[in-house]
T-cell receptor, first 116, second 115 residues
Framework: QKEVEQNSGPLSVPEGAIASLNCTYS??????FFWYRQYSGKSPELIMSIYSNGDKEDGRFTAQLNKASQYVSLLIRDSQPSDSATYLC????????????????FGQGTILTVHP | KAGVTQTPRYLIKTRGQQVTLSCSPI?????VSWYQQTPGQGLQFLFEYFSETQRNKGNFPGRFSGRQFSNSRSEMNVSTLELGDSALYLC??????????????FGPGTRLTVT
């Protein structure tokens, strides 16, 4: 089982709809969770970070974290064609030595397409 | 504030050669992490430097090495290049401390092609 897994894509939604992206992770005392967006040929761009259970909203984006279920999600409301990209879930997992300095473990990514 | 910069942006090397990539973090950021991104393996962690110290290392062979300078700029070196080293190499900087990791911001990457 992979340490960080994302729901298989690709995901296609119509313009104006809600896109829901999901991610599960192996539990090793993870404290930090991130969502990145990566356009084709570009580097990942941080769009959300979440550190505690519950919801965190930023504009059209809402991140949800449930540590008990080892689950983090990203909702994109009023999806736009410009949201079409690969979305990467990243977790700051502790290693066997109990450290996690600077290491993000990424899911395989979910390709989102928003069609007009 | 200027973002993370990486040089060069593109590089073509031959098998057996070595290569050095450079990364300048966001001003004030002392942590620099390096990642390799390939279509098959996705984004994989190489190593992290903080205050000129390597604090963490991923599962890559010893051909991959790095260092950080006193101004927080970082370099990574790959010796004896193999075809499988062809990838996008990304560095990310963070406003980390000795005990806490925060958000990482990525540079544009260096696209390395090994022929």
């Amino acid at each position: 089982q992979k340490e960080v897994e994302q729901n298989s894509g690709p995901l296609s939604v119509p313009e104006g709809a809600i896109a829901s992206l999901n991610c599960t992770y192996s539990d090793r005392g993870s404290q930090s969770f991130f969502w990145y967006r990566q356009y084709s040929g570009k580097s990942p761009e941080l769009i959300m970070s979440i550190y505690s259970n519950g919801d965190k909203e930023d504009g059209r984006f809402t991140a949800q974290l449930n540590k008990a279920s080892q689950y983090v999600s990203l909702l994109i409301r009023d999806s736009q064609p410009s949201d079409s990209a690969t979305y990467l879930c990243a977790v700051n997992l502790y290693d066997a030595g109990g450290t996690s300095y600077g290491k993000l473990t990424f899911g395989q990514g979910t390709i989102l397409t928003v069609h007009p | 504030k200027a973002g993370v910069t990486q040089t060069p942006r593109y590089l073509i090397k031959t098998r057996g050669q070595q290569v050095t990539l450079s990364c300048s973090p966001i001003s004030g950021h002392r942590s620099v992490s390096w990642y390799q991104q390939t279509p098959g393996q996705g984004l994989q962690f190489l190593f992290e430097y903080f205050s000129e110290t390597q604090r963490n290392k991923g599962n890559f062979p010893g051909r991959f090495s790095g260092r950080q300078f006193s101004n927080s700029r970082s370099e990574m070196n790959v010796s004896t290049l193999e075809l499988g080293d062809s990838a996008l190499y990304l560095c990310a900087s963070s406003l980390a401390t000795w005990t806490v990791s925060y958000e990482q911001y990525f540079g544009p990457g260096t696209r390395l092609t090994v022929t």
